[in-house]
């Protein structure tokens, strides 16, 4: 199969035959790519159990149920349509339309720690290619048409990146973050088959996913104002586990307020309580700022000098990747307990995936060697003075704003406009909502975003008179602009 799918910059500019980015995205969009209602009405038939509430509860989630928003249908082709070409006049209409909502929809994201400046142009002539890279990376299976080679080179890079030399790593791309974490902590529970897996109540969701899939006893440990693991709770829980080794997930950026838990701190904890290496496995989940940190001089440093097992990272993340992956790193003695021979694919399945991806390898390589360690350097210090800038701007205005010292996540007062939450895609829990400062978001696309935001506040107050919350509770009394803390 041929695949005709052809790639351009994010932001419209590398669209050579078209009208400019800005006029299409000045267009209106139709319906069906508008940003839509996730729920229409509750059917009576639904209990509340059935019910889940997101955020602040304005969208209703039911369980059980598949609530339609919009669809675009499959339909028979008529038996004419070769001939007149309709079908493919129509399709052509709707690839473009959709095409124009991309264009807005990128252009207003802030929300997601997703770097949306790229230009991949120069790959556009491998998409018609099927590209796997099932098996093990190191072990090339019968199937010619993959990018092993890539992998490898990126593994490479990630593995120095890590302070692991090539004979002593092995990893893999991902197709996720999550995939990286389902791996961690499956190599753990492979190296400690009786651990218990400790990690902190604002872990990612995806690794109680791997504790409910791999029926491990799981231990939730408290969390600072920061969203760092609390190390004096984490000694605690220890101490009531001591006859059972330790699995740890450490959290390189937090999902929400994007807090780095203290790497050291939690192996000294460890050391402490009496667990010595041969009784601890650390998993780093690095997925959002696994490659930033590397750059920041006050970080503490993830690398494999450390005892630690594992290192993921999410790949569309701040590397800037168009499509989901991640990468994996993990010492290479601990990957032969999940290894098994595969005859018909002449490879080793030690991944949790089995077809791999093998476009993204392609792209992480490319980028790699364009900007090299020195272009990701400049660009973290461009997100963390960008997230300053935004922290500033936000406090200055009178609106509660907390940024961790480490991260380009700034997290502030929940707007209370599910449109304008929408409108500028951001992730909100409870009372607070959260920008992630990535390397597309401009000074100029922060003016935009909290002018917009000081303008349209007054509106969601009784007559337009602001009473600030009090989100003490989420980001700490100093960072608090309520009438009782009014720190800021
Ligand atoms: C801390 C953390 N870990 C893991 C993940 C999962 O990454 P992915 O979306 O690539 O699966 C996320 C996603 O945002 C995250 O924030």
Redesign the pocket.
Known sequence: MVCTVQISSSNGNANPNKGSAAALAAEPIPEEFSPVEICGPLSPDVTADEKLRSGNGEKEIVLGKNVRSSCLAITEPEADDEVTGEREAYMASVLAKYRRSLIERTKHHLG??YNLDFDYGALAQLQMFSINNLGDPFIESNYGVHSRQFEVGVLDWFARLWELEKHEYWGYITN????G?LHGVLVGREVLPDGVLYASRE??Y?IFKAARMYRMELVKVDTLISGEIDCADFKQRLLQNKDKPAIVNV?I???VKGAIDDLDMVIQTLEETGFTQDRFYIHC?G??FGLMMPFVKRAPKVTFKKPIGSVSV?G??FVGCPM?C?VQITRIEHINALSRNVEYLASVDATIMGSRNGHAPIFLWYTLNRKGYRGFQKEVQKCLRNAHYLKGCLQSAGISAMLNELSSTVVFERPQDETFVRKWQLACQGNIAHVVVMPNVTIEKLDYFVNELIENRPGWFPDGNVVTPCISNDIGEGNCACLNHNRV
């Open positions: 997601y720690p996720c973050g999550t995939e974490n872990t990612h995806s959290n950026g937090t999902t989940d997925a959002l999410s569309h993340k989901p991640g």
